[in-house]
C-alpha cells in the first residue's frame, strides 16, 4: 500500500505545473493586503473644525482665517478646537469683533475639513469625528471579527466542497464586498459590508496556502508558503501608488477590488483540485485525472494501478481536539498568531497617526519597510527554517522580535521610532 506522498513523486513534487501553480496562487495575496491595510487610506483622517458659516451673513467678505478666530475657541496650546464652536448669537459683525463670543457648544451645523479637491474618506463623508470618532475603529474590529468567522467557516467549506471551491468563493465574496462597499450610502451599511468582507478576504492566503501545500512535497512546502505570504507585502507596496492617484475613497475601493472578477474567472478555469483532498473523499477517478494533467505538464508518467494501491486516510477538523499532541500545538500556534498579529496589524493599520503625511508615510514604509524589509525577511526565512527547522526558527524569531519592540521604548520619540519599530515588527 502506497502513500500519497509516493504517489506526487511519480508525478512530480515540483515540477513546472506547481510553480505555475505557485505563481498563479500568489496573485490573490495582494488583494487580501488591499483590504486589510485599504482601510488605512479609505479611513483617514483630516484637519478638522466646525461650520461657522453663519457668521458671513453678517459679514460675507470674511477671510478663513478671521471667521475661525471670531467662531472657533483655542485649545490650551493655542489650536483651534475641533469639536467645539462659539454659539451663533443674533449680533452684528462690529459688536461681535469688539466684544467676541464666549458661549461654546458642538458643532451643530456639521464640519469643513481641511483637505485637497478630490480627496475624500468616510470620515470626511459620513462625518465621523468628534463623537463619532470611534466608529472608524469600530468597522476595523468588525472586519477582524469577521476574519476570525471566515477562517471557522471557510476550513469546513474547505473540507466539505473542496479547495478550489473554497478559494474561487473567496475571491468571488472578496471582489462582491470589496465592490459593494464603494456604494455604501452610510457608516452603518460600510461596517456590516466589512464584516463580510473580513470574513471572506481574510482567509484567501491560507486557502491558497492549504491548495500548495498538499500539491507540493515537504522540502518545498516553506518555500512556497513563503512566497505565497510574500506576496501580501508587494500587495502593501502597489497599494500606497494606486491610493495616491485614487484620492476619493470610492474609486479606490472599485479600483482596488474590481479587477478580482478577472481573478476569479482566470482561477476558475486554471485551478486544479487538491488530489490529496479527492483521494480522502474516495474520489478516486478524478483525483486520478488532476494527477495525470500534472503528470502530463511536468513531462512524466503515472503508473496505471499506483492509485489503487494508494490509501489516505480520512480525517476530521475534531482530531486536532482530541489528538494529545495535535491540541497542544493548536494552542501554541494559537496564541502565537494572536501575539504576532497584535504587533503586526497594530502598527500597520495606525500608519495615518505618525505625525507625517498619510501617503508619504505609506510610500516610505510600504516600499522602504515592506518591500525591502519584509519581502526578504520572509524569502529569508525559508533557508533557516530548511538548515534548523521549524520549531528553533519560530522561536528565534519571537524572541527577536519581542526584544527588538522593547529596545524601541530606550530611542527618543520621532521618525526614528517610527522605523524602528516597522523593521522590528517583521
Given at each position: 500500500?502506497?502513500?500519497?506522498?509516493?504517489?506526487?513523486?511519480?508525478?512530480?513534487?515540483?515540477?513546472?505545473?506547481?510553480?505555475?501553480?505557485?505563481?498563479?496562487?500568489c496573485i490573490p495575496s495582494i488583494f487580501?493586503?488591499?483590504?486589510?491595510?485599504?482601510?488605512?487610506?479609505?479611513?483617514?483622517?483630516?484637519?478638522?473644525?466646525?461650520?461657522?458659516?453663519?457668521?458671513?451673513?453678517?459679514?460675507?467678505?470674511?477671510?478663513?482665517?478671521?471667521?475661525?478666530?471670531?467662531?472657533?475657541?483655542?485649545?490650551?496650546?493655542?489650536?483651534?478646537?475641533?469639536?467645539?464652536?462659539?454659539?451663533?448669537?443674533?449680533?452684528?459683525?462690529?459688536?461681535?469683533?469688539?466684544?467676541?463670543?464666549?458661549?461654546?457648544?458642538?458643532?451643530?451645523?456639521?464640519?469643513?475639513?481641511?483637505?485637497?479637491?478630490?480627496?475624500?474618506?468616510?470620515?470626511?463623508?459620513?462625518?465621523?469625528?468628534?463623537?463619532?470618532?470611534?466608529?472608524?475603529?469600530?468597522?476595523?474590529?468588525?472586519?477582524?471579527?469577521?476574519?476570525?468567522?471566515?477562517?471557522?467557516?471557510?476550513?469546513?467549506?474547505?473540507?466539505?466542497?473542496?479547495?478550489?471551491?473554497?478559494?474561487?468563493?473567496?475571491?468571488?465574496?472578496?471582489?462582491?464586498?470589496?465592490?459593494?462597499?464603494?456604494?455604501s450610502p452610510n457608516i452603518y451599511v460600510?461596517?456590516?459590508?466589512?464584516?463580510?468582507?473580513?470574513?471572506?478576504?481574510?482567509?484567501?492566503?491560507?486557502?491558497?496556502?492549504?491548495?500548495?501545500?498538499?500539491?507540493?512535497?515537504?522540502?518545498?512546502?516553506?518555500?512556497?508558503?513563503?512566497?505565497?505570504?510574500?506576496?501580501?507585502?508587494?500587495?502593501?507596496?502597489?497599494?500606497?501608488?494606486?491610493?495616491?492617484?485614487?484620492?476619493?475613497?470610492?474609486?479606490?475601493?472599485?479600483?482596488?477590488?474590481?479587477?478580482?472578477?478577472?481573478?476569479?474567472?482566470?482561477?476558475?478555469?486554471?485551478?486544479?483540485?487538491?488530489?490529496?483532498?479527492?483521494?480522502?473523499?474516495?474520489?478516486?477517478?478524478?483525483?486520478?485525472?488532476?494527477?495525470?494533467?500534472?503528470?502530463?505538464?511536468?513531462?512524466?508518467?503515472?503508473?496505471?494501478?499506483?492509485?489503487?494501491?494508494?490509501?489516505?486516510?480520512?480525517?476530521?477538523?475534531?482530531?486536532?481536539?482530541?489528538?494529545?499532541?495535535?491540541?497542544?500545538?493548536?494552542?501554541?500556534?494559537?496564541?502565537?498568531?494572536?501575539?504576532?498579529?497584535?504587533?503586526?496589524?497594530?502598527?500597520?493599520?495606525?500608519?495615518?497617526?505618525?505625525?507625517?503625511?498619510?501617503?508619504?508615510?505609506?510610500?516610505?514604509?510600504?516600499?522602504?519597510?515592506?518591500?525591502?524589509?519584509?519581502?526578504?525577511?520572509?524569502?529569508?526565512?525559508?533557508?533557516?527554517?530548511?538548515?534548523?527547522?521549524?520549531?528553533?526558527?519560530?522561536?528565534?524569531?519571537?524572541?527577536?522580535?519581542?526584544?527588538?519592540?522593547?529596545?524601541?521604548?530606550?530611542?527618543?520619540?520621532?521618525?526614528?521610532?517610527?522605523?524602528?519599530?516597522?523593521?522590528?515588527?517583521?
Amino acid at each position: 500500500m502506497s502513500s500519497f506522498g509516493q504517489v506526487l513523486k511519480e508525478v512530480g513534487e515540483f515540477g513546472l505545473f506547481q510553480k505555475w501553480m505557485l505563481a498563479a496562487l500568489c496573485i490573490p495575496s495582494i488583494f487580501s493586503a488591499f483590504n486589510v491595510i485599504g482601510q488605512v487610506f479609505i479611513g483617514m483622517s483630516f484637519p478638522h473644525h466646525c461650520n461657522t458659516d453663519w457668521i458671513l451673513e453678517k459679514g460675507p467678505n470674511l477671510t478663513e482665517e478671521k471667521q475661525k478666530h471670531l467662531t472657533i475657541p483655542v485649545d490650551e496650546g493655542g489650536r483651534f478646537e475641533s469639536c467645539k464652536m462659539f454659539t451663533p448669537v443674533d449680533l452684528d459683525l462690529e459688536t461681535i469683533e469688539r466684544y467676541g463670543l464666549n458661549s461654546t457648544t458642538t458643532c451643530i451645523h456639521g464640519w469643513k475639513y481641511e483637505v485637497q479637491p478630490g480627496v475624500s474618506s468616510i470620515l470626511t463623508e459620513f462625518d465621523l469625528v468628534c463623537d463619532t470618532r470611534g466608529l472608524i475603529q469600530v468597522s476595523q474590529s468588525l472586519y477582524m471579527t469577521g476574519y476570525l468567522c471566515g477562517a471557522l467557516v471557510f476550513g469546513s467549506i474547505s473540507d466539505r466542497f473542496g479547495r478550489k471551491f473554497a478559494i474561487l468563493l473567496s475571491l468571488f465574496l472578496t471582489m462582491l464586498f470589496g465592490v459593494t462597499i464603494a456604494f455604501s450610502p452610510n457608516i452603518y451599511v460600510y461596517m456590516v459590508l466589512r464584516f463580510f468582507n473580513g470574513a471572506s478576504s481574510g482567509v484567501i492566503v491560507m486557502n491558497t496556502s492549504v491548495l500548495m501545500v498538499e500539491w507540493i512535497g515537504p522540502s518545498k512546502s516553506a518555500l512556497c508558503t513563503m512566497a505565497i505570504t510574500g506576496f501580501f507585502a508587494v500587495g502593501q507596496m502597489l497599494l500606497s501608488g494606486i491610493a495616491y492617484l485614487a484620492k476619493n475613497w470610492r474609486i479606490l475601493q472599485l479600483v482596488l477590488f474590481a479587477p478580482l472578477i478577472v481573478v476569479s474567472v482566470t482561477m476558475y478555469w486554471f485551478l486544479p483540485e487538491s488530489a490529496r483532498w479527492l483521494m480522502t473523499q474516495g474520489r478516486k477517478k478524478e483525483a486520478q485525472k488532476q494527477l495525470e494533467r500534472a503528470a502530463r505538464v511536468n513531462k512524466r508518467s503515472l503508473p496505471e494501478d499506483l492509485l489503487d494501491k494508494s490509501n489516505q486516510d480520512r480525517k476530521n477538523m475534531l482530531d486536532i481536539f482530541r489528538i494529545p499532541y495535535l491540541r497542544k500545538r493548536t494552542a501554541i500556534m494559537a496564541f502565537n498568531w494572536f501575539a504576532v498579529s497584535f504587533l503586526y496589524y497594530g502598527l500597520s493599520l495606525n500608519v495615518g497617526s505618525f505625525g507625517l503625511d498619510i501617503y508619504l508615510t505609506q510610500l516610505i514604509f510600504g516600499f522602504l519597510i515592506f518591500g525591502f524589509v519584509e519581502i526578504p525577511a520572509n524569502m529569508s526565512a525559508w533557508p533557516l527554517i530548511q538548515h534548523f527547522g521549524r520549531r528553533i526558527c519560530e522561536a528565534g524569531f519571537l524572541f527577536f522580535s519581542g526584544v527588538s519592540c522593547l529596545l524601541t521604548l530606550a530611542v527618543p520619540k520621532g521618525i526614528f521610532e517610527t522605523l524602528l519599530m516597522f523593521i522590528f515588527s517583521v
